[in-house]
C-alpha cells in the first residue's frame, strides 16, 4: 500500500503511440520478440544469467527437497502419517522463516560491503555462504543446528533478490529497462524447470533416492554461482576505476 500510495507513474510521451504499435504486433509477435530477447543480452547480462542460473537451481533444489531431507536424514523417519516426519516438517518451515528474517537483516548490510569490496565480490561471497549452508544439512544430526545453516541461506537469499539487479540495471538501456528485467526473470524460470525435470531423475539414478543428496546438489550449484561471479563484468567497478586513473 506504501508503494501504491507514494509511487508516481511517469508514463512515455509517446504512450498512445506505444499503445498502437503493441496492438498491431499482436500477441503471438510480442512473445516470440520477448524469447527472442535471450539472444539481444549485453554482455554482462550474459555473464550474470549464468550466476542467476546456478543460483536459483539451489533454491528450487532446496524448496523441492528440503523437507523430505529433513525428516529422512535428521529425524529418521520417512512416514508422513508419524508424529516425528510431522514435527521435523514443521521445523523446516521455523527454518524457513528464520532464513527469511536473516535475509530481511542482511540486505541493510550488503550495500555496506558493497562499498569495500564491489557488488560482484558482495553476490560471490553471499553465495559462498549458501553453498556452506546448504552442504552443512548432511552433517548436521541435531535439529536445532539447522538454524545455523539457515543463516548461510539467508544471507545468500538477500543477495540473490538485490545484487544481481544492481548490476544490470547500470548496463541496461534505459528505454529498455523493463524489457530486459522482464527478460532476465528467463533465468528464474529455466532453473526451474531444469531443478524440477532432472532433480528426481538424478536422486532415483545416482543417489537411491535420499533426498539429502538434492541439498548437496544445491551447496554446489550455489558455489559454482559464486565463482561465475569472478566473469561478471560489473560496469559499477569500471567507473570506480576510470575516477582513481583521474
Not at 17 to 34: D, I, M, P, R, Y
Not at 87 to 101: K, L, P, Q, R, T
Not at 152 to 169: E, K, R, T
Request: glycine letters at 8%; hydrophobic letters at 50%.
Amino acid at each position: 500500500m506504501w508503494t501504491v500510495l507514494k509511487t508516481k507513474e511517469y508514463p512515455p510521451d509517446d504512450l498512445e503511440k506505444l499503445k498502437e504499435e503493441n496492438a498491431s504486433k499482436g500477441v503471438f509477435t510480442g512473445l516470440a520478440e520477448s524469447f527472442m530477447g535471450i539472444f539481444q543480452m549485453p554482455k554482462t547480462m550474459v555473464q550474470l544469467s549464468f550466476v542467476q542460473f546456478f543460483s536459483w537451481f539451489a533454491l528450487f533444489a532446496m524448496w523441492i527437497y528440503t523437507t523430505s531431507a529433513v525428516t529422512s536424514h535428521v529425524y529418521n523417519t520417512s512416514d508422513p502419517t508419524s508424529e516425528l516426519y510431522n514435527e521435523g516438517a514443521d521445523w523446516v518451515g521455523i527454518c524457513f522463516a528464520v532464513y527469511n528474517g536473516i535475509a530481511a537483516l542482511v540486505a541493510f548490510l550488503l550495500p555496506i560491503v558493497a562499498k569495500r569490496v564491489s557488488r560482484r565480490i558482495t553476490h560471490l561471497l553471499a553465495l559462498f555462504c549458501g553453498g556452506i549452508g546448504l552442504l552443512s544439512i548432511y552433517f548436521v544430526q541435531d535439529p536445532s543446528l539447522l538454524l545455523v545453516s539457515m543463516v548461510g541461506v539467508g544471507i545468500a537469499w538477500a543477495s540473490i533478490l538485490s545484487m544481481p539487479y544492481a548490476m544490470l540495471s547500470s548496463i541496461l538501456p534505459a528505454d529498455k529497462m523493463g524489457y530486459y528485467m522482464g527478460v532476465f526473470n528467463f533465468f528464474i524460470v529455466i532453473p526451474q524447470i531444469v531443478a524440477a525435470g532432472i532433480l528426481g531423475f538424478l536422486l532415483k539414478s545416482l543417489f537411491g533416492n535420499v533426498s539429502v543428496y538434492a541439498l548437496v546438489l544445491g551447496g554446489i550449484s550455489m558455489f559454482i554461482a559464486g565463482l561465475l561471479c569472478l566473469i561478471v563484468q560489473d560496469n559499477e567497478e569500471a567507473i570506480d576505476y576510470a575516477k582513481e586513473k583521474e
